[in-house]
Structures are given as structure tokens and as C-alpha cells.
């Protein structure tokens, strides 16, 4: 089973790491890069699309959020 793995961005120049969960975030420009966010879902996942020309990328579809109120 392969590790589970973070991608980071730096705020500052915009280079990009991917590190594993159980390593520190790392540090670049002086600062701690942050986790870089998946894109917000533009489509949804059906049979259908099979025959599209969605790439189908990963993608953060909103579930598990929390709405405040």
C-alpha cells in the first residue's frame, strides 16, 4: 500500500513539495509552506462520462465540510 502524501505550495515563490504524512511540513522562503488544496469539482463522477473528455483529475467535491452557521 503506498503512503499517503501531501503536496505543499510556498506562499511566497509558489515552488510546490510533495511530502509524506509523517514528515514536517517543509520550509521555504523562511516561511512553512502550506498544503496545497485540491480544485473544486466542476463535474460530477457517472458512467456517462466515461465517453467525455474529462480527465477526470482528483478534485475536492465538498463533502465533509462543515456549513456555520
Not at 510556498?10 to 496545497?36: A, H, N, W
Amino acid at each position: 500500500m503506498e503512503e499517503a502524501k501531501y503536496t505543499y505550495k510556498c506562499s511566497k515563490c509558489g515552488r510546490r513539495e510533495e511530502r509524506s504524512v509523517d514528515k514536517p511540513e517543509p520550509v521555504c522562503c523562511e516561511l512553512v509552506m502550506l498544503k496545497d488544496p485540491l480544485p473544486q469539482c466542476t463535474t460530477a463522477d457517472h458512467p456517462e462520462m466515461i465517453r467525455n473528455s474529462d480527465d477526470s483529475e482528483p478534485c475536492d467535491d465538498g463533502r465533509g465540510k462543515q456549513k456555520s452557521k
